[in-house]
């Protein structure tokens, strides 16, 4: 008996092999791991504890909102946020109550807003605030904001830990002068995302389908 074989038509086969190269083309989406922007937190007054979140280490904070300190000093112009200088302290550091596992393979990003104060600061230079993610670190120093609402920029720090690594987020915010005034904080994301690994893009797995669909309806009328 003699078995016949069909060959793959040319176009298919290009077809499918687009779609194998094509396969990875997607990288892996990013996982929040944490996210934090205080509006469900009280409003305190040189508060040590912020929320069930975080932790004051060093000086003192204070939770902002539109009945202490007026509205609009927030990201977004409502809501909560953090003044990360409490009562003529400094340095003042925070960070979060619960620790975060940082595994090898993948790569971390905080990304938070930041604000100079918006108010008669006696100190224009308004410090500077570092953060802290695994190992890496980020400074960034403001000028005191002009007026409501309160101009926010959004900052961003990546870790790829070489090593696990189980450690809190942690800020410190530092003055040359101590006073009342420091920076507002806001919106904080923590994200994790795996290295090296893509998936495939709808695209292709439809071309694919639509491709090997095509090839048994025509396998069918030659039957």
């Known amino acids: ?48 504890r912020i929320g069930s979140n975080w932790t004051v280490t060093a000086g003192s904070t204070d939770l902002l909102g539109p009945t202490f300190f007026g509205p609009g000093q927030c990201a977004g112009g409502g809501g909560k946020c953090l003044d990360v200088t409490g009562h003529n302290t400094t340095p003042n550091a ?37 953060a802290f993610l695994g190992t890496a670190t980020r400074t960034d120093s403001f000028a005191t904001a002009a007026s409501f609402p309160t101009l926010y920029t959004t900052m961003t720090l990546t870790f790829s830990p070489s090593s696990q690594l189980i450690a809190p987020l942690r800020f410190i915010h530092t003055e040359q002068t101590p006073d009342s005034w420091g920076h507002f904080f806001d919106n904080v994301v923590l994200t994790e995302t795996a290295n090296n690994t893509e998936v495939p893009e709808p695209g292709t797995l439809a071309l694919l389908g639509m491709g090997l669909m095509g090839f048994i309806a025509t396998r069918r009328r030659r039957a």
């Open 94 to 130: 925070f960070q979060t109550l619960s620790s975060f596992t940082f595994n090898p393979g993948f790569t971390y990003t905080l990304t938070y807003d930041l604000a100079g104060t918006s108010g008669a600061d006696p100190d224009p230079s308004d410090g500077s605030t570092t």
């Open 1 to 48: 008996m003699t078995i016949s074989k069909r060959k793959l038509p040319d176009w298919l086969a290009a077809m499918a092999g687009v779609a194998m190269l094509s396969l990875g083309a997607g990288p892996a989406p990013a996982a929040v791991i944490f996210s934090d922007n205080f509006d469900s937190d009280p409003v305190l007054e040189g508060t040590l």
